[in-house]
C-alpha cells in the first residue's frame, strides 16, 4: 500500500441517499436488557465517548493539529493525551481508515509516518483474519497449542479486576473497566503480565478485551493477543517479557496515569507508587497505605513468574531466555 503511494482519496459524500422501499424489522433497544441501570455501568463510558460521524470528524481534526507532530514520542505516555483515539470510530465505521491516512499524510514529520504506521498494522490484522479465519481461536505458531497454560481462576479475576497488587496493570484494567478503552502501552503490559506472569491462556485475555473495549476489533484484538503470547505473525518474542514496574517508571515515571485510576495509592511518591511492596515503611504510613488491606499484595513474584514462564516456553523446544524488557 506505502510502496503504490497509498489508498486513494476518499469519496465525496452523495448528494442524495434513498431510503429503503421498506424498513427492515427492529429489535427495542430496551429488549435486549443492556440499558444503564443502578449502578450505572455506562456512566464512565458515556463521559468519555461521544459516538457518530461528527465526534469521529472533530476527533480527527484536534489529533492532526495538536497531537499528531509528537505523536512519536507521545504515544508510549499513558497520561498524557499522545495517541489518536480514534480506534472506536473505526471499528464502527463513524470514520474511514482512508480518511485518516490522507489527514495524517497531509502532515510531514516522524510523528506522521508512525502513526501511519500503527493504522497499517490494523488493516493487517484485517487481512490476516482473512486469511487465516481460525485467528481468534487458534495460535498461528502451531507449537504454542502445546504451552502449559495454568487454570487460575483466582488470578483472572484479579487481573479482570484490576486487584493484581501491581499498580500498572491495575490502573490498566480499572481504566478499561471504568471507560471501555486502555491505553496502547498499557494494553501490552497487562497482555504480557497474563500471558506470561500469570501463565494464563491468551485466548483469556482476548475474550476479557472484547467484551469490555468500546473498539474490540476481530482482527485487531485477536492479532494483538497472538503477538504478546508470541504466538501470531510478526509477534514479539515469548521471551520478551515485560517487566511491569520498569515499563510504569520509564512510561509514567511520575506515577500520574497510576494515581488516576488506582486512588488507594495518590500519596505514595515516584517511584515507590509502581512498587509499594519495596516503598519503605514510613513512606507507606504516611501514604496511608496498608498492603494486604488497603492495596493488595503482588498475586505473583515478578521475577518467579518470570522464570515459570520462560521454564514453560522451553518445553515448547525453541528460543534462549531474554531479559525484562
Known amino acids: 500500500c506505502v510502496a503504490t503511494g497509498g489508498p486513494p482519496p476518499p469519496l465525496p459524500a452523495p448528494a442524495r441517499l434513498a431510503a429503503p422501499s421498506r424498513l427492515p424489522r427492529s429489535d427495542r433497544l430496551e429488549a435486549w436488557g443492556l440499558l444503564p441501570t443502578h449502578p450505572d455501568w455506562a456512566g464512565g463510558i458515556r463521559d468519555t465517548w461521544t459516538p457518530g460521524e461528527a465526534a469521529a470528524q472533530d476527533r480527527l481534526r484536534r489529533f492532526v493539529s495538536a497531537t499528531l507532530a509528537d505523536y512519536a514520542a507521545g504515544r508510549d505516555r499513558p497520561r498524557a493525551e499522545g495517541t489518536s483515539r480514534l480506534s472506536p470510530h473505526l471499528h464502527w465505521g463513524e470514520i474511514s481508515p482512508t480518511q485518516v491516512w490522507h489527514a495524517a499524510q497531509a502532515i510531514e514529520g516522524r510523528g506522521s509516518g508512525k502513526f501511519i504506521g500503527e493504522l497499517?498494522?490494523?488493516?493487517?490484522?484485517?487481512?490476516?483474519?482473512?486469511?487465516?479465519?481460525?485467528?481468534?481461536?487458534?495460535?498461528?505458531?502451531?507449537?504454542?497449542?502445546a504451552m502449559a497454560y495454568q487454570n487460575d481462576p483466582a488470578g483472572l479475576k484479579a487481573w479482570q479486576r484490576g486487584q493484581t497488587g501491581i499498580p500498572i496493570v491495575d490502573a490498566g484494567m480499572r481504566q478499561l473497566w471504568r471507560t471501555g478503552w486502555m491505553h496502547n502501552r498499557v494494553r501490552l503490559i497487562v497482555g504480557s503480565f497474563l500471558v506470561k506472569h500469570l501463565l494464563i491462556d491468551w485466548r483469556t485475555g482476548e475474550a476479557w478485551f472484547w467484551d469490555t473495549l468500546v473498539d474490540a476489533d476481530l482482527a485487531?484484538?485477536?492479532?494483538?493477543?497472538?503477538?504478546?503470547?508470541?504466538?501470531?505473525?510478526?509477534?514479539?518474542?515469548?521471551v520478551r517479557i515485560f517487566n511491569p514496574v520498569l515499563q510504569a517508571r520509564k512510561f509514567d515515571p511520575d506515577g500520574g496515569y497510576v494515581r488516576?485510576?488506582?486512588?488507594?495509592?495518590?500519596?505514595?511518591?515516584?517511584?515507590?507508587i509502581h512498587a509499594p511492596w519495596e516503598a519503605p515503611e514510613a513512606a507507606l504510613r504516611d501514604a496511608g497505605v496498608e498492603l494486604g488491606r488497603t492495596y493488595p499484595r503482588p498475586i505473583v513474584n515478578l521475577a518467579a513468574g518470570r522464570a515459570r514462564a520462560l521454564a514453560a516456553y522451553a518445553q515448547l523446544g525453541f528460543g534462549e531466555p531474554g531479559q525484562p524488557t
Open 220 to 238: 485487531n484484538n485477536s492479532a494483538s493477543w497472538q503477538w504478546v503470547a508470541g504466538a501470531g505473525t510478526d509477534s514479539a518474542p515469548f
Open 260 to 272: 488516576t485510576y488506582v486512588p488507594e495509592l495518590a500519596k505514595l511518591p515516584a517511584p515507590d
Open 120 to 145: 497499517l498494522w490494523r488493516e493487517f490484522s484485517i487481512h490476516l483474519l482473512w486469511h487465516q479465519p481460525h485467528l481468534p481461536d487458534r495460535p498461528l505458531r502451531a507449537a504454542f497449542a
